[in-house]
């Protein structure tokens, strides 16, 4: 009788953990923002075209993919731009990986959005090796733009 008790506390305890718990890296439903380590670093219109400017102040050699494409490179000092044609895809609209050639150094990346063109700069700077490394661009469906 002992051991079916133990079983059946054993076996409710586990279901607690079983019970479904809102990822740290899903947006606030209500709009705002929670306390997380991925939340949306800017928000462009997703019903219209969307540009991204590269600008490459890291003093290093960079690549960048695109969908469908090879690596392009960014030299130093340079800027390129991405248009993002916007598709009646529910998934994501864009994933565009950014890093040094060979990967060697960290990259951070800060946004600045232009409402009225929907023209995103992404000035692209080393970081310390010690912070969180940004590695691609990322828009979802809903127009929020991510850095991981």
């Known amino acids: 009788m002992k051991s079916k008790i133990t079983a059946t506390a054993a ?3 586990a279901l ?4 479904p718990h809102p990822a740290l890296s899903q947006p606030a439903t209500d709009g705002g923002k929670k306390p ?18 590269l600008l490459n102040e890291t003093g290093l050699n960079l690549e960048y993919g695109q969908s ?4 392009s490179s960014l030299p130093v000092g340079t800027s390129k731009n991405i248009i993002v044609r916007i598709s009646n895809r529910t998934g994501d609209i864009a994933n565009i990986p950014i890093n040094t050639t060979g990967g060697s150094a960290t990259l951070k990346y800060d946004y ?7 023209i995103v700069t992404i000035r692209i700077t080393r970081s310390d090796p010690r912070t969180r490394q940004d590695r691609s661009v990322y828009i979802d469906e809903k127009g929020r733009v991510y850095s991981f």
């Open 16 to 19: 607690a953990f079983l019970h």
């Open 36 to 53: 997380g380590f991925w939340q949306p670093q800017a928000q462009v219109d997703n019903t219209r075209n969307i540009t991204l400017r």
């Open 112 to 118: 600045n959005v232009d409402s009225q063109t929907n």
């Open 68 to 71: 469908g494409a090879s690596l």
């Open 11 to 13: 076996i409710l305890a």
